[in-house]
């Protein structure tokens, strides 16, 4: 898309620029000034001067960066940045997630950041417990995901997925094995916490896992208890543990401690035939913190914007049925990574946890690289 002068958004070397106010929106290079949707590593990353954000997302966001200079928001509260007006209001995605609003000059237009909304009615029933739900915003101009941007990607109502993944849990338990259960560390990771019926056997997490659930609790999410591995000295009662922990443990050291676990992954990738195959893991659980195909569509109408623009995943298939309806629709290539964003960037300590590996396409392989994209 090109830049028209009055677009309050445009698309730079850095990232999603607005002239107006002179700042980005979730930079994928260093800047003076960052507005950052959330902290998946992908939207939030190091070396910028100042930083704008949710306070909720603060602790988060200082675990992975560091002493960062950084303004937190109350959602709706509203700022004035080179007197552009920008508000920060719920993504439902992960803990502290936004949408970015900015008004100036009589236009409003809305970065959607990484947002999470199923396609069903029961919109409030359905939405994910460990972060405020998402809120359709007003605007002009829409920036919107699209990482499930393609019709075959429907949710089923997570609660049969919890269902689904508690009768496995159970059923490995009464056979005497563990259940590694995979999901990136920030965001997947706590809402299964949150989802499982803990009363099944005791909770291991990876200690990648457990700094984001203090920041969890902290900011009042009900969490159920969890162990490091170093705390779980009874053996007898790992047989029967769920073990939380990102997917890039699979095959490691770490995981072959739980001898024969049953093995599942818990992504929105899950859906695709051939992405749990691929991995040779016992059960794929199709559990995303991102929007359905429907859930995109009806979040799109309820802005009523009259443009439409669509980034990271699936911007060709989106932006056909855009037009198709009769919107101003465009993409803007971004950086922005696959489902989890925890990929390149992330501390060497912490397991690369959006993608397996390089050469090997797996779950969190990016959407292009999928022959279904095509
Ligand atoms: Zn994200
Ligand atoms: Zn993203």
């Not at 100036?104 to 409030?124: E, F, K, L, M, P």
């Not at 990607?153 to 609660?159: F, G, I, L, M, T």
């Not at 997917?247 to 990738?269: I, N, Q, T």
């Not at 050469?359 to 292009?368: E, S």
Request: net charge negative; hydrophobic share 40%; charged share 20%.
């Amino acid at each position: 898309m090109t830049a028209v002068p009055q677009d309050l958004v445009v698309l730079s070397p850095q990232g999603l620029y607005c002239p107006a106010g002179d700042f980005h929106i979730d930079p994928w290079r260093p800047v003076a000034r960052a507005v950052v949707t959330h902290a998946h590593a992908d939207h939030a990353r190091r070396g910028h001067g100042h930083y704008l954000a949710t306070a909720v997302s603060a602790g988060v966001l200082r675990s992975r960066l560091g002493d960062i200079r950084l303004q937190g928001l109350a959602y709706g509260e509203a700022v004035l940045v080179n007197g552009v007006r920008v508000s920060l209001h719920p993504a439902g995605h992960v803990l502290g997630s936004a949408q970015v609003r900015i008004e100036h000059a009589g236009q409003v237009w809305v970065a959607s950041g990484d947002y999470y909304t199923r396609g069903a009615d029961d919109q409030v029933a359905e939405h994910n417990a460990t972060c405020t739900p998402f809120e359709p915003v007003r605007c002009h101009t829409f920036i919107t995901e699209s990482t499930f941007g393609l019709p075959i990607y429907r949710w089923r109502p997570q609660a049969e997925v919890m269902a689904d993944i508690n009768a496995w849990w159970s059923a490995n338990a009464d056979a005497g094995r563990a259940s590694l259960l995979l999901g990136y560390s920030f965001g997947k990771a706590q809402r299964l916490l949150a989802g499982v019926d803990a009363s099944i056997g005791p909770i291991v997490v990876h200690s990648a896992v457990e700094p984001l659930n203090r920041a969890y609790r902290d900011a009042g999410v009900r969490l159920p208890e969890t162990l490091l591995v170093s705390d779980a000295t009874d053996s007898a009662s790992l047989k029967r543990a769920l073990v939380v922990a990102p997917p890039a443990v699979l095959g490691s050291a770490w995981a072959k401690r739980f001898g024969e676990a049953g093995d599942a992954f818990a992504s929105g990738w899950m859906q695709l035939r051939g992405a749990r195959r691929r991995q040779g893991l016992d059960r794929g659980f199709v559990l995303s913190d991102h929007a359905d195909w429907p859930g995109l569509q009806r979040a799109i109408a309820a802005t009523g914007a009259e443009r439409v623009i669509v980034t990271h995943g699936y911007e060709a298939v989106m932006v056909r049925w855009l037009q198709q309806q009769g919107l101003q629709a465009g993409s803007f290539r971004t950086e922005f990574g696959v489902e989890g964003g925890e990929t390149a960037g992330d501390g060497a300590a912490e397991v690369q946890d959006g993608g397996l590996s390089a050469t090997a396409p797996a779950p969190g392989a990016p959407p292009h690289e999928d022959p279904a994209a095509h």
